[in-house]
């Protein structure tokens, strides 16, 4: 089992809507997880990183951790052209290294 | 705040010459990672530092790559000699402490023909 699993899509959403991406991990002890979005020809830039079970908003993007189930996912409301790229699910491994998953690649359709 | 710098932006070799990427980290930021991304796929960690000292090269294929980080500052990733399969981007990153966010340069795009 990856430490880090994602789904690669593509995932299409048409505009407006509710974006979902997920990821399971591995690895009980893991403490902290990110999300990036990576442009395609660009490098991944932060977009949420959460530490507690439960939601964190943070404008259209909430994040969602589940420890118990080894989950956590990604929402993006109201979805633009622009959030279409591909996300990656990021993770401090107990050797305190960041393990990414593969990423899902997120394509709005007007 | 600086972002991490890295060079050269694009790099084309034939197999088995050498090359050399640089990175330059966000002021401050104790700890420096090297990752690869063939296309495709996710970050995979080379090398991790924390100031100068290595902390994970766990993933670094030891028989042809190698990396420095001198004085606990900028670093070096090293590849010699050049496969096809290393043609990847090389991205590098820093974080100023342990289970912070990663911040990552812009990359070098490595093609071996």
């Known amino acids: 089992q990856k430490e880090v699993e994602q789904n690669s899509g593509p995932l299409s959403v048409p505009e407006g809507a509710i974006a979902s991406l997920n990821c399971t991990y591995s690895?009980?002890?893991?403490?902290?997880f990110f999300w990036y979005r990576q442009y395609s020809g660009k490098s991944p830039e932060l977009i949420m990183s959460i530490y507690s079970n439960g939601d964190k908003e943070d404008g259209r993007f909430t994040a969602q951790l589940n420890k118990a189930s080894q989950y956590v996912s990604l929402l993006i409301r109201d979805s633009q052209p622009s959030d279409s790229a591909t996300y990656l699910c990021g993770k401090y491994s107990s050797a305190s290294k960041i393990i990414f998953g593969s990423g899902t690649r997120l394509s709005i359709r007007p | 705040e600086a972002g991490v710098a890295q060079s050269p932006r694009y790099k084309i070799i034939e197999k088995r010459q050498s090359v050399a990427f640089w990175c330059n980290p966000i002021s401050g930021h104790a700890t420096l990672y090297w990752y690869q991304q063939i296309l495709g796929q996710g970050p995979k960690l080379l090398i991790q530092f924390q100031n100068n000292g290595v902390v994970d090269d766990s993933q670094l294929p030891k028989d042809r790559f190698s990396a420095e980080r001198l004085k606990g500052v900028d670093s070096t990733l090293k590849i010699q000699p050049a496969k096809l399969e290393d043609s990847a981007v090389y991205l590098c990153?820093?974080?100023?402490?342990?289970?912070?966010?990663?911040?990552f340069g812009n990359g070098t795009r490595l093609t071996v023909t």
């Open positions: 990153a820093s974080s100023d402490r342990d289970t912070a966010a990663l911040h």
């Open positions: 690895d009980r002890g893991s403490q902290s």
